[in-house]
């Protein structure tokens, strides 16, 4: 499936889940929920950076840096007893790292609907991945309009 307006590590990402029938979703979510990568040493010890997503069930904070190139680079904590909220994070942490500022932006608010969780997760916790893409989007617009 193409869409001009996502970037291809996101594409692959919601291909990956597609291809796949829905209970299997749920475990490849589970393994990104066991990827989600580890903070650097520089934000490990600053809790105060990170902002906490409110909309998703369990306790999750994020935080955006842009670095002198313009790409983006998402940083995510969420408990690991939290499988889905941290695969959310992680999905998008690695959908989204190292894309240019204006590939972000661009990535559509709807994607969290296009990968195929709509049947094996609650709308609710939908929401809470939608929250986390609209976050890291407002966090990006904040560091390069500074």
């Known amino acids: 499936m193409t869409d001009p307006t996502l970037p291809a590590q996101l594409a692959d990402i919601r291909?990956?889940?597609?291809?796949?029938?829905?209970?299997?979703?749920?475990?490849l979510l589970l393994e990104f929920s066991n990827e989600l990568?580890?903070?650097p040493e520089r934000y490990s010890e600053h809790p105060d950076l990170f902002e906490q997503?409110?909309?998703c069930q369990s306790?999750?904070?994020i935080f955006?840096?842009?670095?002198?190139d313009e790409r983006v680079h998402l940083f995510a904590t969420a408990p690991r007893e939290a499988p889905t909220t941290r695969g959310f994070a992680s999905i998008l942490a690695q959908g989204l790292?190292?894309?240019?500022?204006?590939?972000?932006?661009d990535v559509p608010s709807d994607f969290p609907l296009t990968i195929g969780l709509t049947e094996a997760v609650s709308p609710l916790r939908?929401?809470?991945?939608t929250a986390l893409l609209a976050r890291a989007q407002r966090q990006v617009r904040e560091?390069?309009?500074v």
């Open 126 to 129: 939908i929401r809470g991945m």
């Open 37 to 39: 990568p580890e903070l």
């Open 64 to 68: 955006v840096e842009v670095d002198d």
């Open 143 to 145: 560091r390069v309009s």
């Open 59 to 61: 306790p999750v904070f």
């Open 15 to 27: 291909d990956e889940f597609l291809e796949l029938e829905v209970r299997e979703r749920l475990q």
């Open 53 to 55: 997503v409110v909309e």
């Open 97 to 105: 790292d190292g894309l240019s500022v204006d590939e972000v932006l």
